[in-house]
């Protein structure tokens, strides 16, 4: 018998041995095993970064320049610090997050009884059956190119430098 989780217990719910989505589910028993399993090991790794890139955009030119037009502190910290310090956040959180759904999320899964495509996947390597293993490596794979994909769109919203057909060295 699997016991649950401290937070499960303090908040009440019951977690663990659910198996298929159906009846007595709850966004907070679907949601909670992911956000304490997966959030909290990204999030000092995550803030670090935020804090690091905030303190070099902090010292560049154009910030010194908003800044001596009279913009608000908060204009300039929202328009143009906190916008251009994204971009090494958002490139770690669509990596991490490509990670998560090809591969994170089975160790989940199969620690919280959650019956899905990662508690699938771990059962078929323990039958070594290979074609499921393979259709939940191809359902990663095509995961991580699309959060690629929607990372480099991002990109060219936060910052007009990067552009589709535009060389960098124009």
Known sequence: MRRPLLIAVT??????????????????????PFVVSLGW???????????????????????????AKGLSERQVMTRHV??????????????????????????????FSI??????????????ELPPIMGVALYGAFFVVLLNTLVDVVYAYLDPRVRLG?????
Do not use: C, H, Q
Not at 13 to 21: M, P
Not at 53 to 63: C, R
Not at 166 to 170: C, K, R, V
């Open 11 to 32: 908040v009440g719910l019951a977690l663990l041995g659910r198996g298929a989505f159906g009846a007595g589910w709850t966004i907070a028993a679907m949601v909670i």
């Open 166 to 170: 535009e060389s960098a060295s124009s």
């Open 41 to 67: 090991s990204l999030m000092g790794i995550i803030s670090r970064l935020v804090r690091a890139s905030m303190l070099d955009e902090l010292g560049a030119d154009y910030v010194r320049t908003a800044r």
């Open 82 to 111: 906190l916008r251009n310090s994204l971009i090494p956040v958002i490139t770690l959180f669509g990596l991490d997050f490509g990670a998560t759904i090809a591969g994170t999320a089975i160790i989940t899964e199969v620690i």
């Open 115 to 128: 019956d899905g495509i990662g508690n699938y996947a771990a059962e078929s390597v323990a039958k070594f």
